[in-house]
């Protein structure tokens, strides 16, 4: 199969064959590059009512009439709770070096604070030790957007006090992992706990306020803050945060463009980024809030905790924003504070099933941008991948070239970019499994492993035997 890669030493696009990409990324990679895959407790575990977990705010919203398609949740998911062993040697046939999976904070601590249940610390006790024993290094991201229902009934992401919650369930987990586990994530993807759980009400838990929001915001990040404390105090050494960096772009040149673009990337990378690394909020993004009429509740020492040295952070790169100037006639809303002036581009043009636009070109703009304007700065690539509709063939298998296609154009550009000197030190791929999707339920799958969502059966598809024979032959590489 042939791939068009987005490599700029080429020039022009350039076709390759899938496996001779394959050995150009695993030559072009230095020899500790760590090679994963992720996936996340809610859409995966089920189990939601067993061993003492508590209710989350994705189990009320799933509840919910019309929020989430055809009113499906992660009840059952893909039964992961059950079948980690499985799933464990499944990714030890792989080859990962690396798994990257949440814990679930209700499983936790049930009602959100105070008592610890020891049968949800025992899962993942049991679930680490497994990964051990098979030579793959856990990366624990703490919250992946399952926050107990009971923080929600006291405002949620929206209430300060969540925070402080969060350090102390951070707290219980260090203690009960952290003799093994030695990677750890904050938050994923903060932007679409605030913006898609607060603004648009797209996610759980479905409120639709400019003020909640920016204060959701805020929240998030003091609760990263408390949490990176939390974790020095009990020793940890290797800690960052999870963001899902989506770049924007317009193709068109105006004022007016350019402006739109200002807000979008603002939103959703320098309103993240420069707190965390710069210790403050960028002028421009505050001032967009005020005019929605919301304020950040920054408290005296915020900004310093929430700038403490991390030691990477994730990336979470699918596609750009396309945007151009003027109202979205979507009904959708766009995702972002005050943003009646920008409209998103949709295209059908090179897309994948969710109506992703498919750039490669754009994520090594983004990553030579972090570099740039972020120097000094570790990254892992902690989430990339595709959607599709994929069916099995008539013999069982399950053949994903648009799949293959993208991870090796993305993969390749980490390589071109790593050899221009940006420190991208690892690759996840999302997602391990086929899972459950949030609101758009369990048609569209990101798993480089088919799941039958009747029987539960996994079947490697053919994006994981490629991936699998690269890991390899980096390995063979740097023997
Ligand atoms: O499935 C999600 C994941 O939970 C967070 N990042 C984006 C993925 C694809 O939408």
Redesign the pocket.
């Known amino acids: 199969m042939t791939i068009s890669t987005a490599s700029a030493a080429a020039g022009a696009t350039e076709s390759l064959d899938a496996e001779a990409l394959a050995a150009r990324i695993a030559t072009g990679l230095p020899k500790d590059f760590v090679w994963g895959a992720a996936t996340?407790a809610y859409?995966i575990e089920g189990a939601t009512d067993e061993d003492g977990r508590g209710q989350c705010i994705w189990d009320t919203f799933a509840r919910t009439r019309g929020k989430t398609a055809g009113g499906e949740s992660g009840d059952r998911a893909v039964d992961h709770y059950h079948r980690y062993r499985e799933d464990v040697a499944l990714m030890a046939d792989l080859g990962l070096s690396a798994y990257r999976f949440s814990i679930a904070w209700p499983r936790i601590v049930p009602t959100g604070s105070g008592a610890v249940n020891p049968a949800g610390l025992a899962f993942y006790d049991r679930l680490v030790d497994e990964l051990l024993a098979a030579g793959i290094d856990p990366w624990v991201t703490l919250y992946?957007?399952d926050l107990p229902q009971p923080l929600q009934d006291i405002g949620g992401w929206a209430n300060r006090e969540i925070a402080y919650r969060f350090a102390e369930y951070t707290d219980h987990v260090a203690t009960a992992l952290g003799d093994r586990v030695k990677h750890w994530s904050t938050l994923?993807?903060p932007w679409?706990s605030a913006f898609e759980g607060y603004l648009t009400g797209r996610h759980a838990p479905g409120v639709q306020s400019a003020h909640a929001a920016v204060r959701s915001v805020h929240h998030l990040l003091v609760a990263h803050a408390l949490g990176v404390e939390a974790l020095r105090a009990r020793g940890v050494s290797d800690v960052g945060i999870t963001l899902?960096l989506i770049p924007a772009e317009s193709p068109e040149e105006s004022p007016e463009a350019a402006d739109a673009v200002r807000l979008v990337d603002g939103q959703t990378i320098r309103l993240w980024l420069d707190p965390l690394l710069r210790g403050e909020y960028p002028a421009d993004v505050v001032a967009d809030f005020a005019k929605a009429g919301a304020e950040l509740p920054i408290q005296d020492g915020d900004l310093a905790r929430i700038a403490a040295p991390l030691d990477w952070i994730g990336v979470?790169y699918?596609s750009p924003h396309i945007v151009v100037p003027g109202e979205d006639p979507d009904p959708k809303p766009m995702p972002f504070v005050a943003a009646d002036t920008v409209t998103r581009v949709v295209t059908s043009e090179n897309v994948t099933a969710?109506g992703w636009p498919i750039r490669p070109r754009s994520f090594a703009a983004l990553l030579r941008r972090l570099g740039a304007e972020y120097p000094g700065t570790t990254w892992y690539m902690h989430?990339n991948?595709a959607?599709y509709l994929d069916q099995p063939e008539p013999d069982g298998s399950v053949l994903d070239p648009e799949r293959v296609s993208y991870v090796a154009q993305h993969l390749d550009v980490v390589r071109e970019v790593v050899q221009e000197g940006v420190d991208v030190r690892g690759y996840f791929v999302?997602?391990l499994l086929d899972?459950y999707?949030?609101a758009e339920g369990y048609k569209m799958r990101?798993g480089i492993v088919y799941v039958d969502f009747e029987t539960l059966a996994r079947t490697p598809k053919s994006t994981a035997h490629w991936y699998s024979r690269l890991i390899r032959e980096h390995r063979a590489a740097h023997e």
């Open positions: 996340s859409q992946h957007w994923n993807e679409c899902n979470n699918y969710l989430e991948g959607a999302w997602s899972n999707e949030w990101f």
